[in-house]
T-cell receptor, first 116, second 109 residues
Framework: GAVVSQHPSRVICKSGTSVKIECRSL??????MFWYRQFPKKSLMLMAT?????????EQGVEKDKFLINHASLTLSTLTVTSAHPEDSSFYIC????????????FGDGTRLSIL | GQNIDQPTEMTATEGAIVQINCTYQ??????LFWYQQHAGEAPTFLSY????GLEEKGRFSSFLSRSKGYSYLLLKELQMKDSASYLC??????????FGTGTRLLVSP
């Protein structure tokens, strides 16, 4: 079964709204989680690395004030898209690093964000 | 910078064999992964290579040459359900994955 839960799966909202996406590790503690963005027919682009108890590490070109990341517990990381605009519409996917796994990361099911 | 390149699209016939190539130039290397992704869904793990050579897993095999910065995913006995995007990704260190450009595979009857 799923080991990483991402919620919500789909969001449609008006321009200017802030949207929060949650990523939970279900049966393990994740000190590190990752947030990706994916445009249609494109590959995954790493946005930031979320570290429990410390500030997130953002990739070059990603606005940290626009995409707020909080990793307050070992099982939960949140991504908040602040004052969202149509150009922020995308597919956002989180992943968590599961210790002693043959995979480096387990992915959530993704969130389809549509800003009107 | 990080460069991971794949062909954009490939087509193949049901029952055939297809090879999807991936070339990479990254700042670090701790293994290469292949994922399958259907539209609107999260990636699904297929295979992992950290040493040179071929890893076989049922209908799927993956090959790695670290000296050449090259990998391929081999899909045998293609089925219609194999139509998807295939992503290679390099672990550049600290479990950080950098994804390739992705290959859309279309399997026709």
């Amino acid at each position: 079964g799923a080991v990483v839960s991402q919620h919500p799966s789909r969001v449609i909202c008006k321009s200017g709204t802030s949207v929060k996406i949650e990523c939970r590790s279900l049966d393990f503690q994740a000190t590190t989680m990752f947030w990706y963005r994916q445009f249609p027919k494109k590959s995954l682009m790493l946005m930031a690395t979320s570290n429990e108890g410390s500030k997130a590490t953002y990739e070059q070109g990603v606005e940290k004030d626009k995409f707020l990341i909080n990793h307050a517990s070992l099982t939960l990381s949140t991504l908040t898209v602040t004052s969202a605009h149509p150009e922020d519409s995308s597919f956002y996917i989180c992943s968590a690093d599961r210790p002693y796994s043959n995979q480096p990361q387990h992915f959530g099911d993704g969130t389809r964000l549509s800003i009107l | 910078g990080q460069n991971i390149d794949q062909p954009t699209e490939m087509t193949a016939t049901e029952g055939a064999i297809v090879q999807i190539n991936c070339t990479y130039q990254t700042s670090g290397f701790n293994g290469l992964f292949w994922y399958q992704q259907h539209a609107g869904e999260a990636p699904t793990f297929l295979s992992y290579n950290v040493l040179d050579g071929l890893e076989e897993k049922g209908r799927f095999s993956s090959f790695l040459s670290r000296s050449k910065g090259y990998s391929y995913l081999l899909l045998k006995e293609l089925q219609m359900k194999d139509s998807a995007s295939y992503l290679c990704a390099v672990n550049t260190g600290f479990q950080k994955l950098v994804f390739g450009t992705g290959t859309r595979l279309l399997v026709s009857p």
